[in-house]
């Protein structure tokens, strides 16, 4: 009997003396230390922010070297293509590899809101009366406001850039995807 007595206050000393849950604050910067330097975990967000920044311009821009190019159903090149063939090879030329077809790129990324849309994001939309896919995307070359306008090859007028708040690309848009 003593000896259970001496263990049940032996267990208990050591169960009260025990980590138990505390109450933890964190406060909104931290600052870590590697090799001896120190950096602010918000600039280093920000930094991340701004190589997906970078990234989008650069591939803004490759979509933007084929203004104007002609409307090829499967073509890649300068001498004709189609949308999802003007994303598939923006993307390829800045090493982002991604389906070639609209409907496939479509299941790719995060899902966003219309007023969540940045730079390099990609807008999908049916055109087709016929079918119930996904059939045309575009990709979002600038935002200001609630105007958003995008990049993308039509079979009327090729490789142009236009504005969702226009008629028909509102009426056809499905939704947007964020791939950075």
């Known amino acids: 009997m003593l000896r259970k007595t001496i263990f049940l206050l ?3 000393a050591f169960v009260a003396c025990g980590p138990g ?21 918000s600039s280093r967000k920000s ?5 997906k920044n970078t990234k989008a311009e650069a591939i803004i821009t490759t979509a933007m070297g084929f203004s104007g190019t002609r409307y090829k159903y499967g073509g890649i090149t300068k001498k004709g293509m189609d949308c999802s063939g003007l994303i598939y090879v923006s993307l390829k030329e800045n090493d982002i590899l991604f389906p070639r ?3 496939l790129m479509a299941n790719e990324g995060e899902r966003i809101k219309v007023r969540q849309v940045q730079k390099g994001d990609l807008l999908f939309f049916k055109t ?3 079918g119930n896919r ?3 995307v575009g990709l979002v070359v600038d935002v200001k406001g609630d105007d958003i ?3 993308h090859a039509t079979t009327s007028r090729g490789v142009l850039v236009s504005s969702l708040r ?3 690309w509102n009426y056809a848009f499905v939704k947007a995807m964020r791939i950075l």
């Open 10 to 12: 032996f267990l208990s």
């Open 21 to 41: 849950k505390r109450k933890r604050t964190y406060s909104k910067t931290r600052t870590i230390t590697v090799e001896g330097s120190t950096e602010d975990i």
């Open 47 to 51: 930094k991340k922010e701004e190589r």
């Open 101 to 103: 077809t609209s409907y």
């Open 128 to 130: 087709s009366k016929r």
């Open 134 to 136: 996904i059939n045309h």
């Open 149 to 151: 306008k995008f990049i």
């Open 166 to 168: 226009e008629g028909y």
